[in-house]
């Protein structure tokens, strides 16, 4: 892309809660290096120049900047919530970066992120004002459930999608956004969220389905499998499955 300075915002201060685990599951193993070692790894194979800037818990007591393969980074201490991190690493850079700088926020957590989907991500933000998230399309029917866990109701799933990270923004929108959100009492999950708060409509940008976010105990078993497929996949590209067009396609294209 363009030569605008990129930064690189990981959310890794989170607990872990729903994992379970003896530690946070950033720290657990997959295919022999922690999770947080093979996120930085992926993101630094197709972003080598970046800025980097990781949040950690101020208590974190796993961490070890041997797994940092970026050449400049720096430690940010983590808030309560993912959004209060991701603003407190906006805060850090607040000489530094001008306002057209690019941001993305990818979470630590997600290990699978497809160099190509990073690129296109990249791109797509070149012409978005309003920033872009990787995406995919809901495929599964949607129920919505009443209190007594029975189905109240079937949710149209038409242009319903599911938000991945990274998501990218310009320095100066993002911070915006959050600022603001950090004033009201609206929770904030994504960055997306903050910045459609303000009334804009960030892109989404159509990704790959197995950039899947480890949550729950189950997703580190599957984080494994994926991983290995897309090495085996890297190593053999004549014979690898491509990933179904319809999987790609954006809001508003159609089908060829
Ligand atoms: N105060 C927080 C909370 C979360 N995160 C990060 O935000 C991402 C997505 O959060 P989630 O999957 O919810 O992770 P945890 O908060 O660790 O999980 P749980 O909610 O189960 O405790 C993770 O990379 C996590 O480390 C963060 O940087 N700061
Ligand atoms: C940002 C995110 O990954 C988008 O899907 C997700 O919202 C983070 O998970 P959390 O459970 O809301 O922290």
């Known amino acids: 892309m363009n030569g605008t ?29 922690p999770v947080l070692a093979q996120t930085l790894a992926r993101l630094h194979a197709t972003f080598p120049t970046a800025r980097l800037l990781l949040c950690l818990d101020p208590r ?14 720096r430690r940010v ?15 850090a850079i607040a000489e530094e970066a001008a306002d057209e700088d690019l941001v993305l926020v990818h979470d630590v957590v997600r290990p699978c992120v497809h160099g190509d989907d990073l690129t296109r991500l990249h791109a797509a933000l070149v012409d978005e004002p309003m920033g872009a998230l990787l995406a995919v399309p809901v495929a599964d029917t949607m129920k919505r459930a009443d209190a007594a866990g029975r189905v109240a109701t079937t949710e149209p799933r038409d242009g319903l999608w599911h938000a991945l990270t990274p998501q990218g923004f310009r320095y100066a929108l993002l911070r915006r956004a959050l600022d603001e959100a950090g004033r009201s009492s609206v929770a904030i999950t994504d960055e997306a969220s903050a910045v459609e708060a303000l009334g804009l409509s960030p892109r989404l940008v159509a990704g790959r389905r197995d950039n899947l976010k480890i949550t729950h105990p189950e ?3 599957l984080a494994e499998q994926i991983h290995a497929a897309q090495i085996l996949a890297a190593q053999h590209p004549a014979s690898a499955g491509r990933v179904p067009d319809a999987d790609h396609r954006n809001p508003g294209e159609t089908r060829a």
Do not use: C, H, N
């Open 5 to 33: 300075p990129l930064w690189l915002i990981v959310p890794a201060a989170g607990q872990g809660r729903r994992m379970a685990a003896d530690r946070p599951k950033q720290y657990l193993q997959l295919a022999g290096r």
């Open 60 to 73: 974190d007591a796993w961490f070890d900047p041997a797994w940092v393969p970026f050449a400049d980074w």
């Open 77 to 91: 201490d983590g808030g309560v919530e993912r959004a209060a991190s991701v603003a407190l690493a906006l805060t």
């Open 219 to 221: 997703d580190l078993g």
